[in-house]
């Protein structure tokens, strides 16, 4: 009996007092910071700022594109060129694309960010891995700011995407 009183005072000091060595804190869920270059016709000034919606698809196994973003802030736009996605879906690869909004004009998608492999992360328990099926916006235009979005080539925007822990 004493033997086993002393196993549950060591027990409890490990739980309560100094922590078991046993127990390993969990990694940190996966991220990836999104930043982008802002597009330089028409540009992005402070009487014409810009605000950017940031995309992302999860990508097929051994494709390298995607036909079908989904939208990550489109109801609050970045207000700067960085973005932080905290939930990537994890244990596949996945692109982002940036549109610029002048204006309320929403410009085209920019060409796509180099591809993340997110790792694997189990997460909560039971919880599935999201799935990306939905479409951008399409952009909005009318006759008069027809020519300024013709005018905003995305391609002079670049995307790059980096895995955080």
């Excluded at 000034?45 to 489109?74: D, F, H, K, M, W």
């Excluded at 992360?121 to 009318?142: D, I, K, Q, W």
Aim: aromatic fraction near 4%; glycine fraction near 4%.
């Amino acid at each position: 009996m004493k033997k086993f009183a002393a196993v549950i005072a060591v027990a409890l000091a490990c739980v309560f007092i100094t922590g078991c060595p046993a127990q390993v804190p969990p990694s940190p869920a996966p991220t990836v910071a999104v930043s982008w270059t802002a597009p330089t016709t028409p540009a992005c000034t402070a009487t014409a700022p810009c605000t950017y919606i940031v995309s992302r698809c999860a990508v097929a196994t051994g494709a390298t594109t995607c036909a079908s973003y989904t939208p990550l802030n489109q109801t609050t736009p970045a207000a700067t060129t960085a973005f932080t996605d905290s939930t990537p879906p994890t244990g596949v690869s996945v692109l982002y694309v940036i549109q610029a909004v002048q204006s309320a004009q929403t410009g085209q998608p920019s060409p796509s960010s180099n591809l993340i492999a997110v790792p694997v992360y189990p997460g909560t328990p039971g919880a599935p891995n999201a799935t990306m099926t939905a479409a951008l916006a399409p952009p909005l235009v009318t006759d008069k700011q027809e020519e300024m979005l013709a005018s905003n080539h995305p391609s002079d925007m670049l995307v790059t995407a980096k895995l955080v822990r």
